[in-house]
């Protein structure tokens, strides 16, 4: 099912979006930009062909990076998948500030992985 998916993304949950934007940017390297989207503020800048993302969230240590499988099509019938085989889905199907899909589910642990298609790909 993730054969063909490639690491589109790894999201960093973070306490204070300013300073860790600034720290990703000038320590790094990395070009961030602050970005409005539809639960607030978030940044973003690309490591190579992977996207760094930094949302504000007062979480506690361990639950991110949240690794994101980009898919090219069929994001729905890989969720539905996932849960056919009894993964647990913590976020299902829904759109992203960007006009893509993403669904988060979590590993045996309990570790958050998320899937991601971009916008304009089929469903």
Do not use: C, K, N
């Amino acid at each position: 099912m993730f054969e063909h998916a490639s690491i589109g993304a790894i999201v960093f949950f973070v306490r204070d979006l300013q300073r860790s934007a600034t720290w990703y940017r000038d320590t790094l390297g990395l070009d961030m930009a602050t970005l409005d989207g539809h639960d607030g503020p978030f940044a973003m800048g690309a490591a190579g062909s992977i996207q760094i993302v930094l949302i504000p969230r007062d979480e506690p240590a361990g639950r991110s990076p949240v690794v994101v499988f980009g898919l090219e099509s069929g994001i729905y019938e890989v969720v539905e998948a996932l849960a056919g085989q009894g993964v647990e889905i913590v976020m299902p199907v829904s759109h992203t500030p960007d006009g893509g899909l993403s669904a988060d589910f979590l590993d045996p642990d309990g570790h958050v992985l998320s899937v991601y298609q971009a916008g304009g790909t089929q469903q």
